[in-house]
């Protein structure tokens, strides 16, 4: 589904820390327009003013846009400032409209720490979290979300990946540790809304970052190990999460369980569960699943492995 990512009046504050670079709050008005527009060319009747535009160009039927963002990775009261008065109007326009705030640049901080408490006073629906961070940090995060507040924000977890050593390319062992990360987004599914890997593509002979989940160049596109981990998430999605546990606790990557990331969902369409489990550790592991809480007419009558 469409998630546009609009500005709120800052340039990249990385670039630019000084007041004239930015639009003063109190010109806002033609960004806020330009964001209520969008809503409106996604949305609206085929015979509204911008509702027609997306007419003309061949769909008289809605988009149904559901989600709009506003701003990305800012920071400090400055974007909380700037981004007041877009949830005001959006709020009154489109109330139906999720808004997806910012908690900066990084996965934890100062920064992070003041955004937060900042987008649930503001009411944002999602608080967009970017992850580009080393091994270690993705072997620490099994757990990150099964304390967050159940009644705040969602979580959009917007930009993630695994940086490894070096020359940070693509590589197993980068895919593997985003792997057992995803298993804790999956397990809080209540929390976590949305994930999406970045960057996306990148060409062989002009990228700016690295990693990136699919390479390409004049002839051909190559997928990424990342790619492959995506793509079993998304197959075996399910849709309803399920308790997973190891001797009464969730498995994280805790110090005593072997390096084991896991999680399970039930597919109520297909009345399949699907049990993931990622070993981040270097010796192979033989593991028993327990299938506790089956109905008596629940019956096991096929079990294949994908990996």
């Known amino acids: 589904e469409p998630l546009p990512v609009l500005s709120c009046g800052l340039a990249c504050q990385f670039q630019n820390d ?3 670079a930015h639009c003063p709050v109190d010109q806002l008005d033609e960004y806020i327009q330009d964001a209520l527009d969008l809503i409106e060319f996604a949305n609206g009747p085929a015979d509204s003013k911008w509702g027609s ?3 003309s160009m061949g769909h008289p039927d809605p988009f149904d846009l559901k989600y709009i963002a506003i701003g990305n990775e800012q920071w400090d ?3 909380v400032d700037h981004l007041e008065p877009f949830v005001a109007a959006i709020r009154k326009a489109y109330p139906e409209i999720k808004i997806v705030g910012s908690s900066g640049p990084s996965s934890e901080g100062k920064q992070f720490d003041f955004l937060w408490p900042e987008m649930k006073k503001l009411g944002a629906d999602l608080v967009d979290e970017h992850f580009y961070r ?3 940090w993705f072997l620490s995060q099994g757990a990150r979300y099964d304390n967050y507040d159940r009644k705040g ?3 959009f977890a917007g930009e993630y990946a695994c940086h490894g050593k070096g020359k940070k390319w693509n590589h197993f062992e980068a895919s ?3 792997a057992a990360f995803m298993t804790g987004l999956e397990r809080n599914a209540d929390v976590v809304y949305m994930a999406t890997y970045a960057p996306l593509f990148a060409h062989v002979e002009g990228w700016q970052w690295r990693p990136d989940l699919i390479w390409f160049d004049n002839l051909r596109s ?4 990342s790619y492959y981990v995506q793509q079993l998430y998304t197959t075996y999605k399910g849709t309803n999460v399920l308790s997973l546990t190891m001797d009464g606790r969730a498995v994280t990557g805790a110090e005593d369980q072997n390096g084991l990331f896991a999680s399970s969902v039930l597919d109520a369409d297909s009345n399949s569960i699907y049990v993931k489990v990622a070993n981040v550790s270097d010796v192979p592991q033989d593991i028993n699943l327990v299938f506790d809480g089956l109905k008596k007419k629940q019956t096991l009558k096929q ?3 994908v990996t």
């Open 18 to 20: 000084t007041e004239d």
């Open 53 to 55: 535009v997306r007419a």
């Open 77 to 79: 009261q400055t974007y």
């Open 134 to 136: 080393p091994e270690k």
């Open 153 to 155: 924000p969602k979580v």
């Open 176 to 178: 593997l540790l985003e």
């Open 222 to 225: 190559m997928r990424s190990c």
């Open 303 to 305: 079990v294949a492995v």
